[in-house]
């Protein structure tokens, strides 16, 4: 049994700088017996050992296109710590061998030479089992959010969100700017599960700032709450805002194309949902149907609840909690939003 390592720039053979080499039989390499049975005892593999590429083309047909981007993203990602360009360049052309956009595309990202096209006999094979974006479950059940608050938060809205959050199967946690003692509008001390500086909204599935007298400033003063936001809408992650948090994500942080709400309507923009009065907060569907409802003369209550009901029918899901909570749960269901342009948001 072989035990010695070598070491070197390289640990496997054959390779381009020659070492560490296999020794040959005269050098008292291993061979094998030629045993005589009905032919000579080779070692040889199948031919199904000569197709190293075709898993790797079902595997990237399948993919959906944002999922084929990330793919791109990582191989440029790794790609580009290694030094050796002919490594690179030889690399560009086994990925060639299983998909020519592929490899175009990672050449581009790292300034490389496009590899020369190959042609392929076997068709063209995909299953959707592969994509995790095809295969993706609408729920928000086992889903992590984070409730991110400041002293002064509102013990209303922390209740209300923590409530159906967790009726709908989903793990809340509390991030706030000390462990211990934040202090709610109320007066009440409330304890973090997590800090601005211990976390960071790559841990939760979607995030909801609170609002409160004077919370605003207060985010305004911690760049880590600013990194919290940009991050996961970098992220492409459900994002809540209600209230003061609305005016502070729209001065401090750039999100490009995404719209705020200015009153009691819940806004969903690129899957951030916000609303200024949380407590008289409505439905879009209810604001449609009012509208509805005035066009056709009827009274504004009427059409509201006209407007909610059909919101309310054509959602997969029914959930506890207002307006808000309810559009803040649809949203965070459906994982990831992906239309964003996060390309110049600093993160």
């Not at 879009?284 to 056709?296: R, S």
């Not at 029914?318 to 110049?344: E, K, L, N, V």
């Amino acid at each position: 049994m072989r035990q010695k390592i070598n070491t070197g720039k390289v640990n496997y053979f054959p390779n381009r700088m020659g070492c560490p080499m296999t020794a040959k039989i005269s050098e008292g390499g291993f061979v094998s017996y030629a045993e005589k049975l009905e032919g000579m005892k080779t070692r040889i593999r199948s031919t199904k050992f000569k197709d190293v590429y075709s898993q790797a083309r079902l595997f990237w047909n399948s993919l959906t296109p944002i999922e084929q981007s990330h793919l791109v993203d990582a191989a440029i990602f790794e790609f580009s710590h290694v030094d050796d360009q002919n490594v690179i360049i030889a690399m560009l052309e086994r990925y060639a061998h299983v998909n020519h956009d592929l490899a175009s595309r990672i050449a581009i990202g790292l300034g490389e030479t496009i590899p020369k096209k190959i042609s392929f006999d076997e068709p063209i094979k995909s299953s959707p089992a592969v994509s995790m974006e095809l295969t993706k479950v609408t729920s928000i059940a086992t889903r992590k959010i984070g409730l991110l608050i400041m002293d002064g938060f509102a013990d209303a809205q922390l209740a209300e969100l923590r409530t159906a959050l967790k009726s709908a199967g989903a793990t809340t946690c509390i991030v706030g700017l000390k462990k211990h003692g934040n202090k709610s509008e109320g007066g009440v001390h409330t304890a973090a599960d997590f800090t601005y500086f211990n976390s960071s909204s790559i841990m939760f599935d979607a995030i909801v700032l609170l609002s409160g007298s004077g919370v605003d400033e207060l985010y305004a003063q911690h760049g880590k709450v600013s990194q919290f936001v940009t991050e996961a809408f970098k992220h492409c992650k459900t994002i809540g805002l209600i209230g003061e948090a609305v005016r502070f994500v729209k001065k401090t942080c750039s999100l490009a194309k995404v719209d705020d709400s200015t009153g009691s309507q819940v806004l969903n923009s690129l899957a951030v949902i916000s609303v200024i009065d949380f407590h008289n907060a409505t439905s879009e569907a209810a604001q449609k149907g009012a509208a509805v409802g005035t066009a056709l003369g009827i009274p504004s209550p009427v059409g509201e609840v006209a407007g909610t009901i059909i919101g309310t029918a054509t959602s997969a899901l029914t959930q506890t909690g207002g307006p808000f909570t309810s559009a803040f749960i649809h949203s965070a269901s459906q994982h990831r939003f992906w239309d964003r342009d996060i390309d110049f948001v600093a993160a």
